[in-house]
């Protein structure tokens, strides 16, 4: 066995044995046809304030979407800049109100955090958590662009983020190159780890949109770069296999918006249910992508990684409906369901038009040098948070990915080009695992 396998069973050992202890120390066509209610509203914690005649934060994102449109534009300035966390959070309004609300929340969240890592310097713990939480929001506005640079006179272009902190600032990464696609900010807030969703496109025009749900230790703080650049990867592969195909626009986004595990042992401790919690607002979230698409419908694809594979199957699961052509489960520690048609007969094409049998398909992947494999040996089993995603016994589709690759490695070599393939459609030209 080896070494971080033998870390592993220890960490895994100690959540056994002492679960409340380390639980402690954690804490510092139109396919909508579902049923809604205001338990998305709970579960997602909008604000309580709703503009006047608004439907609720939870309400069918159609009902929601004609809203929106019936109002006159000088209305619609005014509720983004009087009820910005009603418009930034809720699905069926459109992606541009969305990121103009969430860019002004993202502003007045980083001035607090600053003036609170300011003012408590000598809180070293409280320090450190705040540190993380600047480092992830900065990351975001250096992604996003579109500040005024006072001294350049100019609008500020988006850029990549890189993994290195700025020697001037350890609140920031440095910027990278600057990035090309237009980014969108969906929904932000600093609640629990700290939410938000990216879209590097725009969702309305897409002809192909891919939904990525991270997992453990994700959040707003210092490795949202990872999601980030795993993102822009995404988009640049997609971007190189339709480079001669003519004008096709696409919709790359991080779903980050729920609690996700702060590590490993809390992925298998009371964190569990977190997924479950996600379930109705990523739900409400992919069929809001259909309520405000113009044009042809669609291909949609969801990523699960690592814990993310769990939010997304717990989203086919107890009477939820996940609206997806493809489902793409990656780095899976088990999931909730014995086989892949659990979940894809509980997913609703947004493309019905498309000549595919079957209609919804379950894709699945696992580097050679994964350690979450270790949960799948007979003496690690009981760990494992349900069936293994990669195993015949499954019956997902599995492609092959990089064989040197770790627990972050699917977005580089093959298994990359294997998820684009995936995400454009284009079956054929997926290498599959025998």
């Known amino acids: 066995m080896k070494f971080y396998h033998l870390i592993l069973l220890f960490i895994y050992g100690l959540v056994l044995i002492f679960p409340n202890i380390i639980s402690n120390l954690l804490v510092d066509a139109n396919p909508l046809t579902a049923p809604f209610n205001d338990i998305h509203t709970l579960i997602r914690r909008k604000s309580n304030e709703k503009p006047p005649s608004a439907p609720s934060s939870g309400a069918n994102p159609v009902q929601i979407n004609n809203w929106w449109n019936g109002l006159p534009s000088d209305n619609q300035k005014q509720i983004i800049n009087q009820f910005p966390e009603y418009i930034g959070s809720t699905d069926g309004i459109p992606t541009v109100a969305r990121d103009t609300a969430n860019r002004a929340i993202t ?57 290195n902190i700025d020697p001037k600032d350890p609140t920031q ?122 044009g042809t419908p669609p291909h949609i694809t969801v990523v699960g990684h690592s814990f993310g594979t769990d939010v997304v199957t717990e989203t086919t699961i107890n009477g939820h409906k996940l609206v997806s052509d493809d489902a793409i489960l990656i780095g899976s520690p088990g999931v909730p369901v014995d086989h892949a ?45 349900g069936t293994d995603t990669v195993s015949n016994a499954f019956g997902a589709s599995i492609f092959t990915s990089d064989p040197q690759g770790d627990h972050g490695g699917y977005w580089q070599g093959i298994g990359l080009k294997n998820m684009a393939y995936i995400e454009l459609g284009n079956y054929n030209s997926v290498e599959l695992t025998n």
Request: proline share 5%.
């Open 107 to 163: 502003e007045k969240d980083l001035r607090a955090n600053y003036n609170e890592f300011k003012n408590n310097r000598n809180l070293k713990s409280y320090v450190a958590v705040l540190k993380k939480q600047l480092i992830g929001i900065h990351d975001l506005q250096t992604r996003l662009g579109g500040k005024w640079d006072v001294k350049q006179n100019n609008q500020i272009e988006p850029r990549v983020v890189t993994g």
């Open 173 to 294: 990464h440095l910027p990278g190159e600057p990035a090309s696609d237009q980014p969108y900010l969906l929904g932000f807030n600093m609640e629990g780890t700290g939410h938000f969703i990216l879209s590097i496109g725009l969702p309305e025009t897409a002809d192909n949109i891919v939904t990525t749900v991270p997992g453990v230790g994700r959040g707003v703080n210092d490795v949202l770069y990872q999601d980030l650049s795993n993102n822009d990867a995404t988009a640049s592969k997609i971007s190189e296999i339709l480079k001669n195909s003519g004008n096709i626009n696409n919709a790359l986004i991080i779903w980050d918006d729920y609690d996700a595990p702060v590590d490993l042992p809390a992925a298998f401790g009371s964190s569990r249910d977190n997924a479950r919690e996600a379930a109705p607002a990523l739900e409400l979230f992919q069929q809001g992508l259909v309520a405000i698409h113009k």
């Open 341 to 385: 048609s659990q979940i894809a007969n509980n997913m609703i094409p947004s493309n019905t038009g498309q000549n595919r049998t079957p209609r919804t398909r379950v894709w699945a992947s696992r580097t050679g040098s994964d350690p979450i494999t270790c949960l799948f040996n007979d003496f690690l089993r009981s760990f494992a948070l």
